[in-house]
Each structure stands twice: as structure tokens, then as C-alpha cells.
């Protein structure tokens, strides 16, 4: 039986939702329903379902007679996120660490590799970087086999990177932040879920620290 592939709205809501984590689709801006549909290639209709489910995620906010619109970058939702975070992701890292199939091993492994092949001397823009973050992130949370969980990590890792988009300019030591995934993924390949976890912890308050330093 052929597997069948996403949904048009599947499809909608994933091309949205990158560009307003991204900030490609910048806070406050008005989302042009015809424009996406006409560059996805798709009606209203699935775009109109991909953009309910955004808002679901505080990624877009509805007004009556006025259209839908990203939302604002709030930094004072900075801490509510990251606590969240430093509840919910050590947890989910050491699970990850225990539950990993050979598969999703095997796919750690390849994400590692291809992680400390990146030459430190050019570890490209701060945008590029944080496109890998976010790839190793979603690939660690798909090794957890509990989507409801999984769901929640990305909703809450898509807010946070949100947040390091503005500061993206300004920031400095980027190559080394992404880098710490390197002992992480070991950890989860390895099935170290205490160091996994500790790891983690260690990595979300750094997110934290170096984004105060910046406000």
C-alpha cells in the first residue's frame, strides 16, 4: 500500500511556519493569503486550515475585518519560554537517549558528523546557523517517540528561536552555541540519558543567559 504524502494543509503549514520562525515573514507583518497559495500552488482553503493551526501556536493572530498577521516577538515571553524548556527538555533529551531506535541512531550519527565536518575557521552566517539548530532540534525530538511531546518541543523551540532571530545582528559565539550539539547527539547515540540530560539543561540556560546579555 503506497504511503501517502502530507496534506495540502500539512504542506501550507509547514512552508508558513519556517518563514515566521525564521522571520522571513517578519513580526506584524499581514500574511497575503493569495500570494501563498498562489506560490504553493494550492487553493484557500488549505491555507486558511495551515494558518488556524498557527495561531493555535501564537506564530499568527486573526483579527475580525482586518486580516491575519505574525505575530509579535514579545522578549518578556523570554522567560516563561525557557522555563518550559528547562522543564521539558532534559526530560525528553534522556528519552530520547533510551528510546532511540538503530534508525534514529543511525540518523544522529549522520547529523554529527555532518555537524563536526563544519570548518570552525568558516562556520557561516548566524542565519544558516540557526537553520542547523533548529534541524538538530526537530531531529533529537523525533528520537523521544511521543508526539504529543514532540509537538509541544518544537512549538515552544519555534518561540525561542523566534526570539533569536532579533537579536541574530548582534549576537556573537553563534558557531559555538550550535556546536554544543556535538556531546549532546554522542550522549543520545550512546544512550547516556543522565549526560544527555545534563547537557541539555546546560544548553537551554545558555540560550537564556546569552540573550539577557543582549537586552
Known sequence: ??????????QAYLFIRDRLV??????????????????LGMGRTPVREALKRLETERLVVAYPRRGTFATD????????????????????TAAAAQRASEADRAGLTVLREQLAESDPAHPGDNTELLRTDLELHRGIYR????????????????????????????LSGMAGHVNEHLPLLT???????K???DLTLDHVTGFETAIRALI
Open 187 to 193: 550522549a543520545i547515540i550512546e544512550g547516556d540519558a
Open 195 to 197: 549526560k544527555a540530560a
Open 143 to 170: 528520537c523521544v517517540h511521543n508526539p504529543f511531546l514532540e509537538d509541544t518541543l518544537i512549538h515552544y523551540d519555534n518561540l525561542a528561536t523566534r526570539i533569536w532571530c532579533v537579536f541574530l545582528p548582534r
Open 1 to 10: 500500500m503506497p504511503v501517502s504524502g502530507p496534506s495540502l494543509a500539512e
Open 73 to 92: 516577538v514579545n522578549i518578556s515571553d523570554l522567560a516563561h519560554i525557557s522555563e518550559v524548556r528547562r522543564t521539558l527538555e532534559p526530560m525528553a
Open 22 to 39: 525564521m522571520l522571513d515573514i517578519k513580526p506584524g507583518d499581514p500574511i497575503n493569503e493569495d500570494w501563498l497559495g498562489d506560490t
